[in-house]
């Protein structure tokens, strides 16, 4: 399975992505932020990673709710309005970048960063495939490559975390 979407020109753009698995468009996703009174004082905006993607039968959402140095990120996934699982990432100093989907109805997911823009996708602890960035100032993308056809998981909510991890870790 092959799913890619656009990489924003910069890293705070609410543009909306096209989501295309196999050439199809199969969703539209979007980064977008709170207002500035519902920020906590400590949240810089830039942290603030919030994603909703649409497709013609769903929607998830992926909502912030907590980032620090010390305990990384912690996001809430919803889908068409029902909470479905969390990502979490620990991000320490020392520690690659990393999230973790995790939920009652949903396979464990990992991407990892590994080297060079890359990461890896591990689904229910079997190494899955890679995510990585492409093109420089034009055609920029986001690639995930799925080599594990046995893998169950929508591609519009991989895409969606894929974009948390990206987001997250630049």
């Not at 996934?77 to 990432?89: E, L, M, R, Y």
Request: no cysteine; charged share 30%.
């Amino acid at each position: 399975m092959n799913i890619q979407f656009d990489r924003p020109l910069f890293g705070a753009s609410t543009k909306a992505l096209a989501v295309e698995k196999g050439g199809y468009d199969i969703a539209e996703m979007k980064r977008w932020f709170r207002r500035k009174e519902e920020q906590e004082a400590a949240n810089n905006p830039m942290y603030d990673v919030n994603i909703k993607v649409v497709t013609a039968n769903e929607n998830y959402e992926i909502i912030q709710r907590s980032v620090s140095l010390r305990e990384g990120h912690h996001w809430e996934v919803f889908k068409d309005n029902q909470f479905i699982g969390d990502i979490t990432s620990a991000r320490e100093l020392k520690t690659k970048a990393r999230v973790d989907l995790k939920g009652e109805n949903l396979p464990n997911l990992s991407i990892e960063a590994t080297w060079r823009g890359r990461g890896k996708v591990t689904v229910n602890g079997q190494d899955s495939g890679e995510t990585k960035r492409s093109g420089f100032l034009v055609n920029m993308k986001y690639l995930i490559e799925i080599e594990n056809n046995d893998v169950s998981i929508d591609p519009t909510l991989l895409a969606g975390v894929t974009y948390a991890f990206w987001a997250s870790s630049e």
